[in-house]
C-alpha cells in the first residue's frame, strides 16, 4: 500500500508556485468574465502552466519530455487548478489522454503534450465511470472512424482526440472531426459535442487497458481537484461568516453554523487523505488503485458537493447571485461529482472489489 | 352600506354586477374599475375601497363567478406584491387619502408596486438596514440601497422602510413610506442570479424626494408597520392540497419510470427515500390546510417552506445524478426576466441552481428554524447584543 | 382518500383520559423498576385500559363486544401508550392479533380480547414485515402444529395464540405450547420463544388474508406509537435543555442545538400526518392502505430513532445512565424500527406499489 | 546521572537489567520496581523517577524487549488514568516529596488512581464545578459529588479539582489535590449505564480529611494543573495504523459476507457509504500519525475522535437493521462491572447502546466540533456571560 500521505518539499513549492500564478493570473472575476467570453480556455495562462511550471509533463518519463515525477505531483497541481476553477485542459489533456498515451506506451502525440505544446482529450463524454461498458458511438470501417460522442471535456482546444472504438483506441486529428459547442453546466470546463463524419484514426491501443488506465487516473486527479476546491469553499466561507454582521454579531459566531463549518471541516480533511492515497496508488502503480480511487471519488464527490452548497447557503442572498464566485464553486463541485462516474456507481464498483455484494 | 353583507347578498351583488357589465363588450380597464367601484374587488375590504366588509371567505366563490363569466382578472401574479403586502399595509396604517389614492389602481393593476425592504447589509437583520430618510422642509429625502426586488423595473411605486433616527436602538429608528419609482433619483439595475437570469433588481436611491403625505404610519413606527406588510407574506405559503407526486418528486419520479437505462440501486435508495419524504411533505400540508381551516393556526407555514427548500434541492440534486451526462449541459445562461420562477419549464440544471435559492429567499432556513426553536419550542433566544444600543453604534 | 387527518372531539377525550391515567400509572420511574421484575407486563394497569377504558375494543364492532369505533381511535390509543413506553400487550393482542380475528370474522376468541379479559397474540417474529414470505417455522400434521417461532411479541401474557402454518392461520390454546422469555433490547415489551411441540390448533383463516391484515394494521399503528414516542422523546429533550445550564447559559439556547431540534420538530410534525393518514386508511379499508403504511413506517421508523438518540445525546452524561428514562425510550424505539419491517424494507415494498422499480 | 542518556546507553541498560534481574525467578512487584528503580519505567522522565531524562521515542523499544524477555507488565489497562493522567501532572506540578512518593506504586500498580474532576452539574463545562475545599487548620475538608470515575472502586488515590474561592470566576477559584480514596467520608457507588454495566462510579465526598502536602500546584492555580492533566488525555487519542475494516465496520462486513439471506438493496447502500467513510476515517488517522511522527501535531485528534463516535453510533445502528430479528434480543442487563469497553466480545445491541457513549465522554461532540471551528478554523466563540462573574453568582 501507499501510505506516504503526506507532501513532501518539492511538492509544497510546486504549491507555492501555483497558488502565486494563479491568484494573479486567474483571479475569480476574470475567470466569471472569461466564461462570457469567446474564449474558454486560458491560452496565456495554460501557455505559462504547461510550457513555463511544466504540469502537463509531470508524470511523463524525461525521455519523453516530461519531468520524470509522478501523478503524485501532478496530483498538486489538480489540488490548486482546482481550487482557482482555472479554465485550462489539465485534467482532459495532461491527466486523462496524457494517461492513455502513457499506457499503451505513445511516443508520438506524448511528447508534444508533456512540453505543453499540444492538448489532447480522450473522446468519451466526461460522465464516464472507469467501470463503464467499453464505449460504443464510434463505429470502425476500413480505417475510417464514423459516429458521434457527446459532452467531451476540454476537447474545445484538443489538437488530438484519442478516440474509443472497436474495442481499441485511435488517434484522430481534430481537425478531421466536427466540434459542437454544448451550453455546460460548469462554465469554466465546457464540453463539446464530436461527430466523426468517416475520419482516419490511427491505433495507438488495440484492447482496453488504455482508456481503463486514463479513466482510473483521471478519477484519482479528478479527487484532488474536488479537494482543492472543496477547501477554497470552505475559507471562502469561513472568511465571509466571519465578517458578516447580523444582529450586531458575526454569523461566523452562531453555533448553528459553526457545527456544520466544523463538519465540513472534517470532510474536507478525510478528502485530503483519501485523494492523497488515490493519488499515491495511481503514481506506484498499486494493487489498491481501483479500491482507492474508487473510495476517494465516493468520498470527495460528496465532500465538494456539500462544499459548495454551503457555500452558497452560509453567502445568503449574495452566493445567490451571479458577482459572487459561490456559483462558479457549485457549478463546478456538481459537475465533477458527475464527471468520471457518480459517487453511487463507485460505491457500487466497490463493492465488487472488497467482496461485499449487493445481492 | 356600513353593515356587513352577508353570502347571499354578496352572491346578488355579483349576479346584478355582470348582469350590468358585459365582460365580452366592456374595456378590461373599465370593467375591472367597476368591479372596484362594486366592492367586489376583495369583498373583505371596507365599502368604497373596493370591498363591502364581507367575510374574507367569500372572496374565492366570488373570483370563481366572474371567471365562469368570462370576466378579465387583474393579473394576480403580476401585483402579488401589492396585493399581498402593500394593500394590506395602506388599509391598516394609510390614511384615507393615501387609501383612495392607491387602492384601485393597485388592484386594477394600473400601478405596480414593488418591495423596498432588504439591503445588502441586512438580509435576515432587517431592522439594521441603513437607507437614510431625512426631513426636508415639508418631505423627506431619501438616499440608499435596495435589494432582491422584484418587479422594481415595472413598478410605480413601492413600500420603502428607512432609517430616520439613527440615535436610538434599531427598531425604534424606522419609517414606512410608499415611494413613487417614477421620481428622480430612483435607479434600477436588473440583479442577476447564478441561473444566469435577472428576477429580481437592485434599486438605487440617491437623494430621492418623498413628499410627507405619502409616509405610511407615523414617523419612527415603521418597523411595526412592516410586521403588518412581512406577516402578510408568510400567510401566502403553505395552502392547498396537492396531488401525490406533485412538484419537484413527479419530475424525477416520471424520468426514473421512462428511462429504466438510468437506473442504479443506490439512486433506487434515495428517490425512496425522497419519495416518503414528499408525501410526507405533502401529507403535512393537507393537514396544516385543515387545521387552518378548522381554525387551528399554528406555526408550520415556517416548517412548511422549510421542508420545500430542503427537498427542492435534495431532488433536483439527484435528478442531475440520475441522467449523468446530461446533466453536465444547461439550457441557457442568457439574463433572461422572468415574471416568475418555472421549475418545471426549464432544465434539470437550472432545478438544480434556482432551488439553491428557496433556502434563502422570504426567510432563510436558519432564520427558519430558529423561529421553530424559539416560537415553537420555548427554547431561549440567542443572547442579544444589539438591544439598547443606538443603531449608529452597532458592529456592522 | 382518507384525507382527515386530525383528531376529533372524542379522539382529544380518549387521549386526555389516556394521559392522565398514564401518568399516575406508567410513571417512568415505574416502567423503569417492573422491567428488573419478573412481571413485565403491569396487569393491573391493563385490566384497566382494556375493561375500563375499553382501549381493546375500540376498532371491534358492539355486536362482538367492542365499542364499535375504528382504527383512528385505536390510533390515539398507541399514540399514548407510546410515549408511556407502557409495558401493557395492546399493540400484540388489541391491535395485531385483534385485527387478524377481524379479518377472518372469528367470533369465539374476539369477544374476550374486546372485552379485556383475555389476550392474544399472533405467532410471527416482531420483525415480521407486511410483505415478508408466509412463515414457514410451524407445520401442520393432520391436525397437529409442530415448529418454533422465535422472539413474539406480548406472547408472555397471551391466553391464545394465532398461528401461521401451512398457509393459513390456526388458534392454538396458550397452555398447549412451551414460551421461553427472551432477553430483549426493549425491555418493556419482551419477547417470547415459543415451541409447538405437536399441538392442537383450530383453523381460523385457511388463507393468507387475515395475517397480511394484522401485519399492515399492526404497522400502521407502530408508526402512531413511534409518533408518540418520538414526542414524548422531544418534549423531555426540550425541558432539560431550557434548565440545564452550562457556562452560565441553558444549553438550550445555543444554536447548534436549537436547530437540530427544530429539524426534529419538523420531522414529527410530518410523522403526525403520515400516521395518521396510515391509521385513517387502515380504519376504512382505503385502497391507498398499503402505501399509506409503508410510507409511515419508513418515515416514522427514522424519525422515532433520532429523537431517542438526540435524547439521550442531548441529556449529556445523565442520559447514558440506567436512572435516566432515556435509555426506555432509545431502547424501545429501535426495537419499533425494527419491528414489522425496517423502513428499507418498507420503502422496497413502496417501490413496487408506486410504480418505481429498483431496476 | 542528570545528561541525557543516548539511546544506545537506554538499551544497553535494559540488556545490563535483564542480565541481572531474571523475570522468570524474581517476584514480579519486585521485578517491577527494581525496573523502576533502573530507570527503564518511562524512560523520558527523570533520573530518580523511573526515567533517564531519555528521548520518550524509545520507551517503546524499551517495552518491546522487556516483553521478549518475557517480563511482567505493570497491567497498563488497568491503570490508565494514573500513567496518562496523573503521573504528567504530578511531574509537572508536584513537589520533590510527592513524586517520590506517589510515581513510584503508580507506575509499579501498587496504587491505582482515578480522577476526580466531573460533576453532574458540570460536564462540559467543568470550571464550573461546585466541590468545595476549605480550610481547616494545616489542611482541607472537602465535600461534593463527582461522577463517571472509571475504577474508583479499585482506586487508592484519586487526582481530584475542588472549589476553594467561590468569590471569584469560576476559573479562578479551583484547587488541585491528591485525594486519599480510603480517608474517611469517600464513598464510592456503581454508576450504572444504559448498557446494565457500571464502568463507572459516582464518588460522593463528605468532610474529607486532605493534608496540604496532597495539594497539587498553587491553592487557586487548579484550572491550569488540569489543563495539564486534560491535555494529557487528549494526546491518548489517535494514534495507530489500523488495518482495513478494523473496528466496526468489519464487524458488519463479516456478517455481510457469511449471511447472504440478510442482504437489501437499501442497507446495502448504507453499507458502502458506511464503508467508505470508515476506510475514510482509516486513511485520515494513518496520515495524523504520520502528521505528528513528522512533528506537524494538528488539531486532528478532536476530528479523530468525532469521527469515530458518529461512525461507530452509525455503523451499529445499520447492524441491528441488518439482522433484523436478532436485533430484538439482549445478550445480558446484569449489572457487570467491567474494567473497559469490549465492542467486538458482546452483542449488536451491546455495541448499538454503548457506542452512544462515544459522543459524550472525553469531550462531547458538540464541545469538539466548538473546538474545531474556533480553533481551527478561527470562528468566533460564544458570546460568553459568565467572564468576570463570581462563581457564586453564575445561574446554575
Redesign the interface.
Known amino acids: 500500500m501507499s501510505?506516504?500521505?503526506?507532501y513532501g518539499e518539492a511538492e509544497e513549492d510546486l504549491r507555492g508556485t501555483l497558488r502565486a500564478l494563479l491568484a494573479e493570473r486567474a483571479a475569480w472575476p476574470a475567470v466569471l468574465a472569461r466564461t462570457?467570453s469567446a474564449q474558454w480556455c486560458d491560452a496565456g495562462l495554460w501557455r505559462v502552466l504547461a510550457g513555463g511550471v511544466g504540469v502537463a509533463g509531470l508524470a511523463v518519463p524525461q525521455e519523453l519530455g516530461g519531468a520524470g515525477a509522478s501523478w503524485r505531483e501532478a496530483a498538486v497541481v489538480a489540488e490548486e487548478l482546482g481550487r482557482a476553477v482555472a479554465p485550462v485542459p489539465f485534467l482532459g489533456s495532461a491527466v486523462l489522454a496524457t494517461a492513455a498515451l502513457l499506457a499503451c506506451g505513445e511516443t508520438q502525440v506524448l511528447p508534444g503534450l508533456a512540453a505543453g505544446e499540444a492538448t489532447a482529450a480522450v473522446a468519451v463524454?466526461?460522465?464516464t465511470a472507469p467501470g463503464a461498458p467499453y464505449p460504443a458511438s464510434v463505429a470502425v470501417s476500413g480505417a475510417l472512424l464514423t459516429g458521434q460522442v457527446?459532452?467531451v471535456a476540454d476537447a474545445l482546444v484538443a489538437d488530438v482526440f484519442l478516440v474509443p472504438a472497436g474495442g481499441g483506441l485511435y488517434a484522430v486529428d481534430a481537425a478531421a472531426l466536427r466540434r459542437t459547442p454544448?451550453?455546460?453546466?460548469?462554465?469554466t470546463r465546457p464540453?463539446c459535442d464530436l461527430e466523426l463524419p468517416g475520419v482516419a484514426g490511427r491505433l495507438v491501443d488495440s484492447g482496453e487497458g488504455a482508456l481503463r488506465a486514463a479513466l482510473v487516473t483521471g478519477a484519482a486527479l479528478l479527487a484532488c481537484e474536488q479537494l482543492g476546491l472543496a477547501e477554497r469553499c470552505?475559507e471562502t466561507t469561513?472568511s465571509y461568516?466571519?465578517t458578516r454582521?447580523?444582529?450586531?454579531?458575526?454569523v461566523?459566531?452562531?453555533?448553528?453554523?459553526?457545527?456544520r463549518?466544523?463538519?465540513l471541516?472534517?470532510a474536507i480533511?478525510?478528502?485530503?487523505?483519501?485523494a492523497?492515497?488515490a493519488a499515491g496508488c495511481a503514481a506506484s502503480g498499486d494493487p489498491d488503485t481501483a479500491v482507492a480511487v474508487a473510495?476517494a471519488q465516493?468520498?470527495c464527490s460528496q465532500v465538494v458537493?456539500r462544499a459548495a452548497?454551503e457555500c452558497?447557503?452560509m453567502h445568503?442572498?449574495?452566493?445567490?447571485?451571479?458577482?459572487h464566485p459561490?456559483?462558479l464553486f457549485?457549478?463546478r463541485a456538481?459537475?465533477t461529482?458527475?464527471?468520471l462516474g457518480?459517487?453511487?456507481?463507485h460505491?457500487?464498483a466497490?463493492?465488487a472489489l472488497?467482496?461485499?455484494?449487493?445481492? | 352600506m356600513t353593515e356587513p353583507v352577508s353570502a347571499d347578498g354578496v352572491r346578488r351583488r355579483v349576479e346584478e354586477f355582470l348582469s350590468r357589465h358585459d365582460p365580452a363588450v366592456l374595456d378590461r380597464l373599465e370593467f375591472l374599475r367597476a368591479r372596484f367601484g362594486a366592492g367586489l374587488a376583495w369583498v373583505h375590504f371596507p365599502a368604497g375601497l373596493g370591498g363591502l366588509d364581507a367575510p374574507r371567505t367569500l372572496q374565492a366563490e366570488v373570483d370563481a363567478a366572474f371567471a365562469r363569466a368570462g370576466a378579465p382578472d387583474n393579473e394576480p401574479r403580476r401585483i402579488g406584491i401589492g396585493l399581498g403586502m402593500a394593500a394590506p399595509t395602506i388599509l391598516a396604517y394609510g390614511t384615507q387619502d393615501q387609501r383612495e389614492r392607491w387602492l384601485r389602481p393597485l388592484w386594477t393593476g394600473e400601478q405596480v408596486w414593488c418591495q423596498l425592504f432588504?439591503e445588502?447589509g441586512a438580509?435576515?437583520?432587517l431592522a439594521?438596514l441603513a437607507t437614510r430618510a431625512v426631513r426636508d422642509g415639508d418631505g423627506w429625502v431619501v438616499t440608499g440601497q435596495k435589494?432582491?426586488t422584484s418587479m422594481a423595473h415595472e413598478a410605480r411605486w413601492a413600500i420603502l422602510v428607512a432609517r430616520t433616527d439613527a440615535d436610538v436602538p434599531k427598531h425604534r429608528g424606522l419609517t414606512y413610506f410608499a415611494c413613487d419609482m417614477s421620481a428622480p433619483g430612483v435607479e434600477v439595475r436588473p440583479?442577476?442570479?447564478?441561473t444566469?437570469e435577472a428576477e429580481f433588481n437592485e434599486v438605487f436611491l440617491t437623494e430621492v424626494a418623498i413628499p410627507d403625505c405619502d409616509r405610511i404610519g407615523e414617523v419612527g413606527d415603521g418597523w411595526r408597520v412592516a410586521q403588518t406588510t412581512l406577516m402578510n407574506e408568510r400567510v401566502a405559503i403553505g395552502g392547498g392540497a396537492l396531488p401525490r407526486e406533485a412538484g419537484m418528486i413527479g419530475v424525477v419520479a416520471g424520468t426514473w419510470r421512462e428511462r429504466p437505462e438510468l437506473r442504479?440501486?443506490?439512486?433506487h435508495e434515495?428517490l425512496m427515500e425522497l419519495w416518503v419524504a414528499s408525501e410526507a411533505a405533502r401529507l403535512t400540508a393537507i393537514r396544516l390546510g385543515a387545521q387552518l381551516a378548522a381554525g387551528q393556526p399554528g406555526p408550520e407555514g415556517s416548517a412548511a417552506k422549510y421542508a420545500f427548500a430542503t427537498l427542492n434541492?435534495a431532488i433536483s440534486?439527484l435528478e442531475?445524478?440520475l441522467i449523468?451526462?446530461e446533466?453536465?449541459?444547461?439550457?441557457?445562461?442568457s439574463m433572461r426576466r422572468p415574471a416568475a420562477v418555472d421549475f418545471t419549464g426549464r432544465s434539470p440544471?437550472y432545478r438544480?441552481?434556482r432551488a439553491?435559492?428557496n433556502?434563502?429567499?422570504g426567510g432563510?432556513?436558519?432564520i427558519l428554524?430558529n423561529i421553530i426553536a424559539e416560537r415553537v419550542l420555548g427554547l431561549p433566544g440567542?443572547i442579544?447584543?444589539?438591544k439598547d444600543?443606538a443603531w449608529k453604534d452597532?458592529?456592522?
Do not use: C, N
Open positions: 501510505m506516504d500521505l503526506l462570457e463524454p466526461f460522465s457527446r459532452s454544448v451550453t455546460s453546466l460548469d462554465m464540453l470552505l469561513v461568516v466571519r454582521y447580523q444582529f450586531a454579531r458575526p461566523g459566531s452562531y453555533q448553528g453554523l459553526k457545527h463549518l466544523a463538519d471541516w472534517v480533511t478525510q478528502a485530503r487523505a483519501v492523497r492515497y473510495v465516493a468520498h458537493v452548497e452558497v447557503q445568503g442572498g449574495i452566493g445567490f447571485t451571479w458577482e459561490a456559483h457549485l457549478k456538481k459537475s461529482a458527475i464527471a457518480t459517487a453511487d456507481r460505491r457500487a466497490l463493492s472488497v467482496d461485499l455484494p449487493g445481492r | 432588504s445588502p438580509g435576515s437583520d439594521a435589494v432582491w440583479l442577476r442570479q447564478l444566469g442504479t440501486p443506490g439512486l434515495r434541492q440534486g442531475l445524478e449523468g451526462e446533466a453536465l449541459r444547461y439550457d441557457d445562461w440544471g438544480y441552481l439553491k435559492g433556502s434563502i429567499e432563510t432556513t436558519e428554524r440567542e442579544r447584543v444589539d444600543v452597532l458592529p456592522k
